[in-house]
Nanobody
Framework: QVQLAESGGGLVQPGESLRLSCAAS?????????MAWYRQAPGDERELVAS???????QYAASVEGRFTISGDRTKMSADLQMNSLEPSDTAIYYC??????????????WGQGSQVSVSS
């Protein structure tokens, strides 16, 4: 069983920064995993913000490219999301996601509890 611990988030003004952290605990018996951050604003579907593989391959949504940076520590199975130049449109609940595949090919996926990020003047 894997558990995700999220931290960070809060209320900031436009142009300011926030950092979200997520750490996975538990034994997965696999070297293949991806950690990601999703977000969901009221009335909208959940969308991928950024992801990082165990090997460090990163992917970003076009709306955050150049402003957000995802980093990972595979010794801790953790992923941080540094969010700079925040805009009101970034307001959402942010969810950590952890997905891994076993040597047998089975895929498991876990979600964090969610962290509120609010950007308002």
């Amino acid at each position: 069983q894997v558990q995700l611990a999220e931290s960070g988030g809060g209320l900031v003004q436009p142009g300011e920064s926030l950092r979200l952290s997520c750490a996975a605990s538990g034994s997965i018996g696999s070297n293949y995993y991806v950690m990601a951050w999703y977000r969901q604003a009221p009335g909208d579907e959940r969308e991928l913000v950024a992801s990082i593989t165990r090997e460090g391959v990163r992917q970003y949504a076009a709306s955050v490219e150049g402003r957000f940076t995802i980093s990972g520590d595979r010794t801790k199975m953790s992923a941080d999301l540094q969010m700079n130049s925040l805009e009101p449109s970034d307001t959402a609940i942010y969810y950590c996601n952890f997905k891994f595949q076993t040597p047998q090919g089975r895929i498991y996926e876990y979600w964090g509890q969610g962290s509120q990020v609010s950007v308002s003047s």
